[in-house]
């Protein structure tokens, strides 16, 4: 269950990462606002985190299969079980528990988004006030790591 539940979870970030940038794009494309609020940042957020369960959900079930099957049957014999038994819909158990769900990463890439604007804002304030131009808008890796656990912990 290790190895699928790593594809699971590396499938699901990048889906969601992907997604949730495509999403983005397209909100400020077609209101030429650059700046998204909260409300909008959780619906994009939620609409992202949608946007992989098609693909991911049902990899967590097979690897939910794997991990409670005392017989250690291999993963392709657990998705032919799953089929067999409850068709396609089998591996989409629990999907109105998903729906729900979808809030937490929604919270945490706001808050991580809101977070990081502010950051950004800080740096052209005190570079304008020291007389600097050209300000780097991006955060270097220690920043965007330690934002990221801010918005983890508040998600």
Not at 49 to 67: F, K, N, R, S
Not at 78 to 90: R, V, Y
Request: proline share 2%; with cysteine; charged share 15%.
């Amino acid at each position: 269950g290790v190895v699928t539940s790593a594809i699971q979870s590396a499938t699901e970030k990048a889906l969601y990462f992907f997604a949730y940038t495509f999403l983005k794009n397209g909100y400020v494309d077609i209101t030429g606002i650059n700046n998204i609020g909260t409300a909008s940042n959780l619906v994009l957020g939620c609409m992202a985190e949608w946007a992989h369960l098609p693909v991911t959900l049902p990899i967590d079930c097979v690897t939910t299969a794997i991990q409670t099957d005392d017989k250690n049957r291999g993963a392709f014999v657990l998705m032919a079980n799953i089929l067999s038994e409850k068709g396609i819909g089998g591996f989409y158990k629990g999907i109105q528990a998903y729906t729900v769900l979808c809030l937490k990463p929604a919270i945490q890439y706001t808050v991580y988004e809101q977070v990081k604007k502010i950051v950004i804002t800080a740096r052209r304030v005190q570079a304008k006030t020291h007389g600097q131009r050209d300000v780097d808008d991006t955060l270097s890796a220690a920043e965007a790591f330690f934002l990221g656990m801010v918005a983890r912990i508040v998600a």
